[in-house]
């Protein structure tokens, strides 16, 4: 009878570890999809939002005026990251590179220090690179800006560091 009551413990037992570790490994993979489906769809947001911008800098444009001579786009860049609290920084780049217009107007003028950024912003193609800087993991999108005959004038760049996916989820 106890080995009866004692065989019935262990089998209780090891239906109940696999029942938890079944739960357990379900919600990792729930949440491990969730976040990545959540960071596609915040990347799909920001890359609207640049392509939003880009639609007013080419109303600019299509007077004649330079990029580098535009001025007063940093507001517009301000009132996104406002508008958009979860985002790090917008800024319109040249296609050397160097920074034109920023949320934070103290960028402007400075050249763009990370690589794949640069790179991209050569590479002449709208995307959504990540990178990471010294304490954190960015998500940004790259819109070209390109003249009507196509040629690469620059980007507008906007930024979503990975903690603010991560604190949406949570």
Known sequence: NSM??????KIFS?????LILTIGTSTLINSAYFKHEYTKAL?????????????????LLSFYIPLEELVGFDEQCSE???????????MVVNSK??????????????????RKLIQGV????DA??????KTQKYYA??????????????????????????????
Not at 97 to 114: A, W, Y
């Open 4 to 9: 009866l009551s004692s065989l019935k413990t």
């Open 14 to 18: 090891i239906i109940t570890l696999v």
């Open 43 to 59: 990347t799909r947001q920001i890359s609207i939002i640049g392509n939003s911008l880009k639609l007013q800098l080419e109303r």
């Open 80 to 90: 996104v990251v406002n508008n958009h609290p979860e985002l790090s920084y917008v």
């Open 97 to 114: 590179g160097t920074i034109l217009f920023h949320n934070m107007s103290s960028f402007r003028n400075t050249p763009l220090k990370n």
């Open 122 to 125: 050569k590479d002449g193609k």
């Open 128 to 133: 959504i690179i990540e990178y990471k800087n």
């Open 141 to 170: 999108s790259l819109v070209m800006i390109r003249t009507t005959a196509g040629e690469n004038l620059g980007a507008i760049i906007i930024g979503l560091p990975e903690v603010a996916i991560g604190s949406k989820i949570k």
